[in-house]
T-cell receptor, first 116, second 116 residues
């Protein structure tokens, strides 16, 4: 069963537009962790954020913000005033520490292209 | 500067060759991971080592053989691979996370493997 769903395969925006990347997860645990990673063309997955299931506060870091809603099992990621350097594949991931030896389950990723 | 390094960055090998991928982490972590990233497929966890012991092997074919001589180094030995094994192989590290907590995994830049 798919644990993490990123329904948007590809998104293309023009620079300075805001863009939201969706992530829906599935778990029966009350304790879990959610992550976002960025994978630029160089290939390395760059860690962006980790959020535990007991902290539903939204987070903002510069142009990045995250909206965690347990009621809809979603952990969406918004980039404000996008830039060309934001072009990358973005992965959402779920970790369930009491199951699966703490494996991270990744979504399929969303490829974001920001055009100048 | 990345805390996780991988060599080589690119590798082309024939099906009868034997080669090894190397990963080194400089973050003081004691868990290391191998992932496979194929085109159009989610990241697949291959192996997990914690405190230099293999704790998980996700039914990976025996032509992939991991080795973890210490907590800073991880190898993936390759022999008699198939063309479908061509992929980006990513290494990651984290703190040992068994027992109900999750620490963030930090990734290396990957090795792009092509099997002819």
């Amino acid at each position: 069963a798919q644990k993490v769903t990123q329904a948007q395969t590809e998104i293309s925006v023009v620079e300075k537009e805001d863009v939201t990347l969706d992530c829906v997860y599935e778990t029966r645990d009350t304790t879990y962790y959610l992550f976002w990673y960025k994978q630029p063309p160089s290939g390395e997955l760059v860690f962006l954020i980790r959020r535990n299931s007991f902290d539903e506060q939204n987070e903002i870091s510069g142009r990045y913000s995250w909206n965690f809603q347990k009621s809809t099992s979603s952990f969406n990621f918004t980039i404000t005033a996008s830039q060309v350097v934001d072009s990358a594949v973005y992965f959402c991931a779920l970790s369930e520490p009491y199951q699966n030896n703490n494996d991270m389950r990744f979504g399929a990723g969303t490829r974001l292209t920001v055009k100048p | 500067e990345t805390g996780v390094t991988q060599t080589p960055r690119h590798l082309v090998m024939g099906m009868t060759n034997k080669k090894s991928l190397k990963c080194e982490q400089h973050l003081g972590h004691n868990a290391m991971y191998w992932y496979k990233q194929s085109a159009k497929k989610p990241l697949e966890l291959m192996f997990v080592y914690s405190l230099e012991e293999r704790v998980e092997n996700n039914s990976v074919p025996s032509r992939f053989s991991p080795e973890c001589p210490n907590s800073s180094h991880l190898f993936l030995h390759l022999h008699t691979l198939q063309p479908e094994d061509s992929a980006l192989y990513l290494c990651a590290s984290s703190q040992d996370t068994r027992g109900g907590s999750t620490d963030t995994q930090y990734f290396g830049p990957g090795t792009r493997l092509t099997v002819l």
